[in-house]
């Protein structure tokens, strides 16, 4: 079946950097995703991954995919206050409109 | 602006009351997303549109749900005898169909809370 799984919460300081899981099953996804909520809006994208890709680098966002394991993970280098937000782990289906979402994890970080 | 917008921004319900919100899609998104966001649950899939058909409303939770598209643009989602159960925020999305990566464009949502 599909499903996506995160830990529900991270707390760090500031200047530290985050690291945010996830897991998934379908194993024909095509790209994944992290989309970042920021209390009262909607999602946004983040940064994503193509599924051949193992690594990609955006400024102080590291996204590391295995494969074999099926985890994705989020490192946010020197983390601010300003990334305090929920962060969701998302999967697009091969030849399929489903996106499918994680429970997302709630980043808090502290001053 | 141009991006996703949906109404209202927050309802209050008495139980039993219907309800309906809107969503007003990117123009020329031709791909449009319900999702429902509850507390601890991640987002939960409802119901996707392509143009003004939804060939995939296995995500509506009861038929009490509903959704329409009218000319390949505005949705509105009916749930009808609102139970305490469907407080939640409700999250709107579209997407330009067939296109890398896929990026959605969510709008602010619509947080229901039924008394």
């Known amino acids: 079946g599909e499903d996506v799984e995160q830990s529900l919460f991270l707390s760090v300081r500031e200047g530290d950097s985050s690291v945010i899981n996830c897991t998934y099953t379908?194993?024909?996804?095509?790209?994944l995703y992290w989309y970042k909520q920021e209390p009262g809006a909607g999602l946004q994208l983040l940064t994503y991954?193509?599924?051949?890709?193992d690594m990609k680098q955006d400024q102080r966002l590291t996204v590391l995919l295995n494969k074999k394991d099926k985890h994705l993970s989020l490192r946010i280098a020197d983390t601010q206050t300003g990334d305090s937000a929920i962060y969701f782990c998302?999967?697009?289906?091969?030849?399929?409109?489903?996106?499918?979402f994680g429970t997302g994890t709630r980043l808090k970080v502290l001053a | 602006g141009a991006g996703v917008s949906q109404s209202p921004s927050n309802k209050v319900t008495e139980k039993g009351k219907d309800v309906e919100l809107r969503c007003d899609p990117i123009?020329?998104?031709?791909?449009l997303y319900w999702y429902r966001q509850s507390l601890g649950q991640g987002l939960e899939f409802l119901i996707y549109?392509?143009?003004?058909?939804?060939?995939?409303k296995s995500g509506l939770p009861s038929d009490r749900f509903s959704a329409e598209r009218t000319g390949g643009s505005v949705s509105t989602l009916t749930i009808q005898r609102t139970q305490q159960e469907d407080s939640a925020v409700y999250l709107c999305?579209?997407?330009?169909?067939?296109?890398?990566?896929?990026?959605?464009?969510f709008g602010e949502g619509s947080r229901l809370t039924v008394l």
């Open positions: 999305a579209s997407s330009p169909i067939m296109t890398d990566p896929g990026e959605l464009f």
């Open positions: 379908d194993s024909s996804s095509t790209y």
């Open positions: 991954i193509f599924s051949n890709m």
């Open positions: 998302a999967e697009s289906i091969t030849g399929t409109y489903k996106y499918i």
């Open positions: 123009s020329g998104h031709t791909a």
């Open positions: 549109f392509q143009g003004n058909s939804a060939p995939d």
